[in-house]
């Protein structure tokens, strides 16, 4: 039977309708196994595992989009540190510049303040040689030192980094630089440092060495003329002081006198009444004797002083011998040394 006598025929239809339909089926069956089936698509998964695994896939991107947003912000994060650090960096640098500059001004300003210090010293030291040589001979007149003692036609004798060596109306004699008045401290300008290391010096010059016994003997026996001249010139100290008082209370003492006897005249000239002029003239008498003994003061505390003085200047004569000797022995000790 042909396909047109089948068209024709009460069975074609449903043959055709059979047909048909097998070619639906068999042609959604091949395109199952061509989409679903993972053996024609050459693998071995279900479409199921394959969603799945692309959704899987598709989170873990998005955690990895996540991390790089993340990483981006740290990123931006560790720029802007990164870029304080630089900063700061330059701002040390900076800092360090300016602190090696200080400190080059700080060390040039020493150096300067040095050299003024230097220079203000030499000016000194010869303002002083040409001070001091000019002052000898002068006649300062009366003078009071710092702690009130007075000294009457001064005459200079001598100026050093002490004090100064004068001659008054009572002999020779030295004042301490730190007792002069200040406009004279301020004339000779004395220098504290300079007469410690100066008194230091005369200390060492009669310095007594154990293993020497000429040098020992020698220190010692200077020593001992120094120890006496200081004592002498305490001596002296005291009897100026006496001399001093005794010259400004004699005016006042007879004063004193002259009053007491113009009271006695009036005591006597009373008439009546119990006469008190006996009594008087015994406060007179004491009086008279009193000041007689501090008129007799004067002259002995005179002889005090130029025997004191003269005895000092000995003694220190004496005490730079000592001390030449000391220094010959020291200078032949040191020739006499082996040489290193």
Known sequence: MGFSDLLTSSRGPGVIGTFLALFVLVGFGTLYMFVFDEGLQGGQKKIEAVIRDQGTLIGTQKIQIENFKTRIEDAKRLKAVADEADALKLRAENGAKRLADLREAKTSAEAAVAAADEAWAKYRDEYRASEWAAAEGEELGDITTVSGRKYEKVKIRKVDHKGIQITDTTG???????ELPPELQDRFQFDEEIKKKVLEDEGDDLEIFGDNVEIATLAKKGQDKLARAAELEKQVETANAAIQKAQANAPLNQAAIERKRLAI????????????????????????RAAKQIRDSIPANERIVRDGNREIAALRQEVEGIKAQIAKIKSDLKAKAPQP
């Open 172 to 178: 020779p004699k030295s004042i301490d630089s730190a």
């Open 265 to 288: 005249a009036s005591e006597k000239a009373k008439v009546g009444g119990i006469s008190r002029a006996p009594q008087m003239e015994q406060e007179l008498r004491d009086m008279e």
